[in-house]
């Protein structure tokens, strides 16, 4: 799979958009990005995944450029629930499964 | 829908007995995934399994580490005579077939070693 690079932390003020980062300069065509977060002393909670299209669920908007090798997570209102360890991973994706492999990911710090 | 289930949340052994941690997948899931978590450390892969089949070991420790998905029941991750080092959070996972394989994961069980 291609390795992610993430900023370590980012802050945000409650009620603003939080834009997580993230660069994938050698993701291959079939390669999805998914995003994850951990909030401490929780498993990791499934948060949106794409391809190449933007895509928008009740929790987040990925925006991925056209190149496929950046993308940002956007939490457009966020609250201090939202605190918590964000992960970028690409993963191809086909119907014998690929295991995640996290890295770092960017500890977000929602103040009030 | 119930989640990944696994049990149990905390677990207490003392070095050199033998702990298991129990797994459920989320309904329809084929796929299971084991990851642990050191204290202050990232998620590391550990196992990936389907039923009566191990895919991937590639993350387990070569020693006293086993795991396995039978036919029926849960996933059981075993590790034998566990030592202060083991002491961790472990999380399972699971995906359907298809779908995207969008992995889903539980809320971990907490070895302490003592």
């Known amino acids: 799979d291609a390795k992610t690079t993430q900023p370590p932390s980012m802050d945000c003020a409650e009620g603003r958009a939080a834009n997580l980062p993230c660069n994938h300069s050698?993701?291959?065509?079939?390669?999805?990005v998914y995003w994850y977060r951990q909030i401490h002393s929780q498993g990791p909670q499934y948060i949106i995944h794409?391809?190449?299209n933007n895509e928008t669920n009740e929790m987040a908007s990925l925006i991925i450029t056209e190149d496929r090798k950046s993308s940002t997570l956007i939490l457009p209102h966020a609250t201090l629930r939202d605190t918590a360890v964000y992960y970028c991973?690409?993963?191809?994706?086909?119907?014998?499964?690929?295991?995640?492999?996290f890295g770092k990911g960017t500890s977000l710090l929602v103040t009030p | 829908n119930a989640g990944v289930m696994q049990n149990p949340r905390h677990l207490v052994r003392r070095r050199g007995q033998e702990a298991r941690l129990r797994c459920s997948p989320m309904?329809?899931?084929?796929?299971v995934y084991w990851y642990r978590q050191l204290p202050e450390e990232g998620l590391k892969f550990m196992v990936y399994?389907?039923?009566?089949?191990?895919?991937?070991e590639s993350g387990m420790p070569k020693e006293r580490f086993s795991a396995e998905f039978p036919k029926e029941g849960p996933s059981i991750l075993r590790i034998q005579q566990v030592v202060r080092g083991d002491s961790a959070a472990y999380f399972c996972?699971?995906?359907?077939?298809?779908?995207?394989?969008?992995?889903?994961f539980g809320e971990g069980s907490w070895l302490t070693v003592v």
């Open positions: 794409g391809l190449k």
């Open positions: 996972a699971s995906s359907p077939l298809g779908d995207g394989n969008t992995i889903y």
């Open positions: 399994l389907q039923k009566e089949n191990i895919i991937d």
């Open positions: 309904k329809g899931h084929s796929h």
């Open positions: 991973i690409v993963r191809g994706n086909s119907n014998s499964g690929y295991a995640l492999n």
């Open positions: 050698t993701i291959s065509g079939n390669e999805y």
